[in-house]
């Protein structure tokens, strides 16, 4: 691995984890209480495991259809592109936690799909620049990636939405119970 | 500009007039501060009056405050040692409100033909994708360092909101 690419990894990958807590915060986040724990938690959660899904999932297809450079520059170059594209999450997600607590808007699908698809371009750019020559095939395959991962995250948290109303009442429910309360 | 950003920019910008680039964040701009006073004329907050005065702000928005920011960033550019000029910078990020410009236009439409209330869904959106370009321009004024081009993409897009936002307050 170059030197170069080792530096500000730790960094790296410190923003981008931020980068989809705040996503999960502001998409899980309850319009009429907007510090509810259950739902800061849960959002926390899945905007890493989002996030572990989405990087893994990028870097994986890149690395597939770029075997030669694979093969002659190491897996670290594709990674180090997808990391340093990932970087271009930030400014959405600055945007998103202002919408969300500042305007109290419930719209942060727009503003996660608009930074998954800067990611995309970003990264087949940073690829081309290390390579040394822009592909349109890098291109195409990173847009389609956040293509999709933006419609699966838009999709799973019209669903998932529900999730943490459901633990804070069965947590509720649980501490009434061994505090000597009755269900009935 | 998705294939080679650096080399499309550089010829681009050269054979783009500079007033061109202030006419689409001037355009963008109006069309995004229109479509805002439609959405409060059609729940009877604001009267006409307010809708027409909207889309002059919106154009001195475009070519008064970007053009700022754009100076603002030239200086920060000049002090990390840039060697790109001032109409290249300004010029740079007033085309990088082209996208918003055709969402803008856009939401104009359904705004009047269908009367949807388009200021966040079409003129936020558009400011959203605006931020790509914004950084892959500032980017390729420093030699591709994202130390800079994402921090200053950041606040930009954070004012651009945020005085949005003071607009939509009047």
Same mark, same amino acid.
């Given at each position: 691995?170059?030197?170069?690419?080792?530096?500000? *990894?730790?960094?790296?990958?410190?923003l981008?984890?931020?980068?989809?807590?705040?996503?999960?915060?502001?998409?899980?986040?309850?319009?009429?209480?907007?510090?509810?724990? $259950?739902?800061?938690?849960?959002?926390?959660?899945?905007?890493?495991?989002?996030?572990?899904?989405?990087?893994?999932?990028?870097?994986?297809?890149?690395?597939?259809?770029n075997?030669?450079?694979?093969?002659? *520059?190491?897996?670290?170059?594709?990674?180090?592109?997808?990391?340093?594209?990932?970087?271009?999450?930030?400014?959405?997600?600055?945007?998103?936690?202002?919408?969300? $607590?500042y305007? *109290?808007?419930?719209?942060?699908?727009?503003?996660?799909?608009?930074?998954?698809?800067?990611?995309?371009?970003?990264?087949?750019?940073?690829?081309?620049?290390?390579?040394?020559?822009?592909?349109?095939?890098?291109?195409?395959?990173?847009?389609?990636?956040c293509?999709?991962?933006?419609?699966?995250?838009n999709?799973?948290?019209?669903?998932?939405? *529900?999730?943490?109303g459901?633990?804070?009442?069965?947590?509720?429910?649980?501490?009434?119970?061994?505090?000597g309360?009755?269900?009935l | 500009?998705?294939?080679?950003p650096?080399?499309?920019?550089?010829?681009?910008? !050269?054979?783009?007039?500079?007033?061109?680039?202030?006419?689409?964040?001037?355009?963008?701009?109006?069309?995004f501060?229109?479509?805002?006073?439609?959405?409060?004329?059609?729940?009877?907050q604001?009267?006409?009056t307010?809708?027409?005065?909207?889309?002059?702000?919106?154009? !001195?928005?475009?070519?008064?405050?970007?053009?700022?920011?754009?100076?603002?960033?030239?200086?920060?550019?000049?002090?990390?040692?840039? !060697?790109?000029?001032?109409?290249?910078?300004?010029?740079?990020?007033?085309?990088?409100?082209?996208?918003?410009?055709?969402?803008?236009?856009?939401?104009?439409?359904?705004?009047?033909?269908?009367?949807?209330?388009?200021?966040?869904?079409?003129?936020?959106?558009?400011?959203?994708?605006?931020?790509?370009?914004?950084?892959?321009?500032?980017?390729?004024?420093?030699d591709?360092?994202?130390?800079?081009?994402?921090?200053?993409?950041?606040?930009?897009?954070?004012?651009?909101?945020?005085?949005?936002?003071?607009?939509?307050?009047?």
């Amino acid at each position: 691995m170059e030197e170069y690419m080792l530096k500000g *990894k730790a960094w790296r990958s410190l923003l981008r984890r931020l980068c989809f807590i705040a996503f999960g915060i502001a998409a899980f986040s309850k319009p009429l209480d907007r510090l509810n724990l $259950y739902n800061i938690g849960f959002g926390i959660v899945i905007g890493l495991f989002f996030g572990f899904l989405f990087k893994k999932f990028l870097r994986g297809l890149l690395s597939l259809i770029n075997k030669t450079l694979r093969k002659e *520059k190491g897996k670290e170059t594709i990674y180090y592109a997808v990391e340093i594209g990932m970087l271009f999450l930030i400014p959405f997600a600055v945007m998103v936690l202002i919408a969300t $607590y500042y305007f *109290k808007w419930s719209m942060s699908g727009g503003f996660i799909a608009a930074g998954i698809m800067a990611v995309g371009t970003a990264s087949a750019l940073e690829l081309g620049k290390l390579t040394g020559r822009q592909e349109l095939k890098n291109t195409i395959i990173s847009s389609g990636v956040c293509f999709l991962f933006s419609l699966l995250w838009n999709l799973s948290t019209q669903i998932l939405v *529900k999730v943490p109303g459901f633990i804070e009442g069965g947590i509720s429910l649980l501490s009434s119970v061994f505090k000597g309360g009755s269900i009935l | 500009m998705m294939v080679s950003p650096a080399s499309v920019l550089k010829s681009a910008m !050269a054979k783009v007039p500079w007033v061109l680039s202030l006419v689409v964040s001037a355009m963008a701009f109006c069309l995004f501060f229109l479509q805002t006073a439609l959405d409060l004329y059609k729940t009877g907050q604001k009267g006409l009056t307010f809708v027409l005065l909207s889309a002059g702000a919106g154009i !001195a928005y475009g070519l008064i405050v970007i053009p700022l920011l754009g100076v603002i960033i030239w200086l920060v550019l000049k002090l990390a040692k840039s !060697a790109k000029d001032l109409k290249w910078v300004v010029s740079s990020l007033c085309l990088s409100y082209s996208g918003a410009m055709i969402y803008g236009l856009l939401g104009i439409l359904f705004s009047l033909v269908f009367a949807w209330k388009t200021s966040v869904a079409f003129g936020v959106t558009g400011v959203l994708w605006a931020i790509g370009p914004m950084i892959i321009a500032i980017r390729a004024t420093t030699d591709g360092k994202n130390m800079l081009s994402i921090p200053i993409a950041t606040v930009v897009s954070g004012i651009v909101l945020l005085s949005w936002s003071l607009f939509g307050q009047l």
